[in-house]
């Protein structure tokens, strides 16, 4: 099992940079690929970035593709959302999740652990 907690949001200005945290608990990190997904007031969940169990592959939604960078420290058990040139769009929660499953990695569903979430709040 996987315990996830995010951090690191908070309000901004459009321009701005923010970079998210999930910590992860337990020993078996490096074995989950992890994504990150927001979900804005009156939305459906949305999918943001995914990144593969070694690091080695990333993949982002059209939507911040150029903006924001996904990474992973598997020695500390985290996984970060560097987000660039923050747009009042982007303001949302921010959910980081963990996978078991190496495919179909834009789909919340396939995702087992999820975190709380942090709030992502742009301003115009």
């Known amino acids: 099992q996987v315990q996830l907690v995010e951090s690191g949001g908070g309000l901004v200005q459009a321009g701005a940079s923010l970079t998210l945290s999930c910590a992860a608990s337990?020993?078996?990190?490096?074995?989950?690929?992890m994504g990150w997904f927001r979900q804005a007031p009156g939305k459906e969940r949305e999918f943001v970035a995914t990144?593969?169990?070694?690091?080695?592959?990333?993949y982002y939604a059209d939507s911040v593709k150029g903006r924001f960078t996904i990474s992973r420290d598997n020695a500390k058990n985290t996984v970060y959302l560097q987000m660039n040139s923050l747009k009042p769009e982007d303001t949302a929660v921010y959910y980081c999740?963990?996978?078991?499953?190496?495919?179909?990695?834009?789909?919340?569903?396939?995702?087992?652990?999820w975190g709380p979430g942090t709030q992502v709040t742009v301003s115009s």
């Open positions: 999740a963990a996978s078991i499953s190496q495919v179909a990695l834009t789909v919340a569903s396939n995702y087992k652990y």
């Open positions: 337990g020993r078996t990190f490096s074995s989950y690929a």
């Open positions: 990144i593969t169990r070694s690091g080695g592959g990333t």
